[in-house]
């Protein structure tokens, strides 16, 4: 069934009633406040959002936003965000090229413990393994970092610095057995590279005709790509006679503009097997069906391409922040 919900916020278009992200709550942001960069605890009873160069805590209470405090670090935007939970710490990544490691029991007197610079340009990209104990971020500086925690110590080191594309990296996504990472950048290229022993090796590069701001590992042999200025999303498969990822099948979605927006990455959840996308207007909340052919279950245009937002770790929330409204809006996943 596709049903359209027209409301003074967003046109969605939901094509199976059964289960969809309902709008719930939303939250004015102060004119000039751009909220790129979500993150929640483990329980998700916390979520933390960039707010320009400021970081901002948030409690949630069965959907409900409750503002706790904000605090200050960086010169300029915060484009990145990982919880650690083992640790109990926040990571920004900022347009300034720092990482700032926030331990949420220091965060009420707005206190970070460890500053790193191992950017020469902004941090576009961040992501972290199931342990906690490796950081892999991508730059405009065209390297992949890769951080790693000493157990013993708890010192964060540099332990790998690659530098195989040639233009800004938009985006980074690991396997889920962890021993694989793609990448992609502006220089049309996506990078495929292998854990071998204790360093990154290139297994594979996938030259494409387009650059793309986006990429997400759905399993350990399937993909998914979302090439600049098409209404599409390209698979790719590596379950061939030679171990290569293909380009297998193309998913139409809907993006109504030139997409030139940039951070938001993709977000699988497997529990769900959805996956969260951004395209142009859109985000789209896309199923993976048994048969591995994928859906598109839910698409709401926010008719505006700054767009930017988060699904809870539980997969309960979707919170997104938009220009044209200027809203943080909840959504919340409802079965029928």
Not at 23 to 33: E, G, I, L
Not at 156 to 183: G, M
């Amino acid at each position: 069934m596709n049903m359209n919900i027209e409301n003074e916020i967003d046109l969605e278009e939901v094509y199976d009633n059964k289960c969809y992200y309902k709008f719930h709550d939303q939250h004015r942001v102060y004119k000039d406040k751009w909220c790129k960069a979500f993150t929640f605890n483990k329980d998700d009873t916390k979520l933390v959002m960039g707010y320009n160069q400021i970081i901002r805590v948030y409690q949630i209470n069965k959907g409900e936003l409750k503002y706790v405090q904000s605090i200050l670090g960086h010169n300029f935007d915060v484009n990145c965000l990982q919880w650690l939970n083992n640790s109990n710490q926040i990571i920004s990544g900022g347009h300034d090229r720092k990482f700032l490691f926030w331990p949420i029991n220091l965060i009420s007197k707005s206190k970070f413990i460890i500053k790193l610079v191992v950017h020469h340009l902004p941090i576009t990209c961040l992501i972290k393994n199931s342990q906690e104990n490796l950081l892999i971020s991508g730059s405009m500086d065209q390297t992949i970092n890769f951080l790693e925690l000493n157990l013993q110590n708890q010192v964060w080191k540099c332990s790998q610095v690659l530098k195989e594309h040639n233009d800004t990296i938009f985006a980074l996504s690991l396997s889920q057995d962890e021993n694989q990472l793609i990448s992609c950048g502006y220089d049309n290229l996506i990078l495929v590279l292998q854990k071998s022993s204790s360093q990154w090796i290139v297994k594979q590069k996938i030259f494409t005709s387009v650059h793309g701001y986006r990429l997400c590992f759905i399993t350990d042999y399937l993909f998914t790509f979302q090439p600049y200025n098409k209404e599409e999303m390209w698979i790719y498969d590596n379950r061939n006679s030679l171990s290569q990822f293909i380009m297998t099948k193309s998913i139409h979605a809907k993006s109504d503009c030139q997409d030139f927006g940039t951070l938001f990455p993709h977000q699988f959840f497997p529990k769900k097997a959805m996956l969260l996308a951004k395209h142009g207007h859109y985000i789209h909340l896309i199923k993976m069906q048994d048969s591995e052919d994928f859906k598109i279950q839910q698409s709401i245009n926010y008719r505006d391409q700054c767009i930017y937002g988060q699904l809870s770790n539980n997969g309960e929330y979707l919170v997104s922040w938009d220009n044209k409204s200027n809203l943080i809006k909840i959504r919340k996943y409802v079965e029928q």
